[in-house]
């Protein structure tokens, strides 16, 4: 009965987080979450998450590069800096505590939606860029979220978006499709040493992977046909629960 509960709080909840993936990122605010409230250790609910979210991550990025979604020049590029900044990112964790950087996020996160909800026009038609400097800005914005993904992680994806569309010019499409490669690399990157140290719920990953499939789909689905009428306030929601999540974090010693 215990383990049919945590099925029942994980699946639905996996859904929908791959839908927010698919559409904006951030979908591991939902995810972690719905493992830590059925009661699973820490480790195992990061490393249970990577199994699920790269299956759901997959699908999305197959789907995005069929349509053509996806620079793949950009993700040459991309994906060795996300790999770098991830191991920075990760050195640097061992020598800040975490309660610092929540400290930090609680000051970038309303900056961010400030931003989000203030500009007219959040993702831009293609803004002017030189080759060099779209490749520069892009490998940058790669380097600098890949070392926060590897120091915190939750919302990279959707924060990989805004800076692609907003500093590096890319169209939303095409920023979204080269966020999933880069998510998809990460993740399995991190889900092969998780599983080499026996980490991963196998079972239970596998499972909650169909549900993040079905949800990426969808958001991907939905994504084609809506765009960016449907990715601000899927961000907006993001954002909202990012911050009670660090709030909550700080004033109860959760996961310091």
């Not at 490749?135 to 890949?146: D, K, N, V």
């Not at 994504?223 to 629960?241: N, Q, Y």
Request: with cysteine; hydrophobic share 55%.
């Amino acid at each position: 009965m215990e383990l049919l509960i945590k099925y029942l709080i994980i699946c639905p909840l996996s859904f929908i987080a791959g839908f927010i993936d698919a559409v904006a990122g951030g979908g591991g605010l939902v995810a972690l979450p719905a493992y830590m409230i059925a009661g699973l250790p820490v480790h195992n609910c990061v490393a249970t998450n990577k199994l699920s979210s790269i299956m759901g991550t997959g699908v999305a990025t197959a789907k995005y590069a069929r349509d053509g979604f996806v620079p793949w020049k950009l993700a040459l590029i991309c994906v060795p800096c996300a790999f770098i900044g991830s191991a920075i990112g990760a050195n640097i964790a061992l020598a800040i505590p975490a309660k610092t950087f929540k400290i930090i996020m609680l000051i970038v996160i309303p900056l961010t939606a400030i931003y989000v909800l203030t500009k007219k026009n959040l993702f831009p038609k293609n803004e002017e860029r030189s080759k060099v400097a779209t490749f520069i800005l892009s490998g940058a914005t790669a380097l600098i979220i890949g070392a926060y993904d590897g120091f915190y992680g939750p919302g990279a994806g959707m924060f990989m978006i805004l800076l692609l569309t907003a500093l590096a010019g890319l169209e939303l499409n095409k920023a979204n499709g080269l966020s999933k490669v880069i998510n998809f690399t990460t993740n399995l990157s991190a889900l092969i040493v998780y599983l080499m140290n026996g980490q991963v719920l196998i079972q239970l990953g596998l499972i909650a992977g169909l549900f993040n499939v079905a949800g990426n789909y969808l958001g991907a689905t939905r994504f084609e046909k809506s765009g960016a009428a449907i990715v601000k306030p899927v961000l907006i929601v993001v954002l909202t629960v990012f911050m009670i999540k660090l709030i909550l974090e700080l004033g109860f010693g959760i996961g310091a």
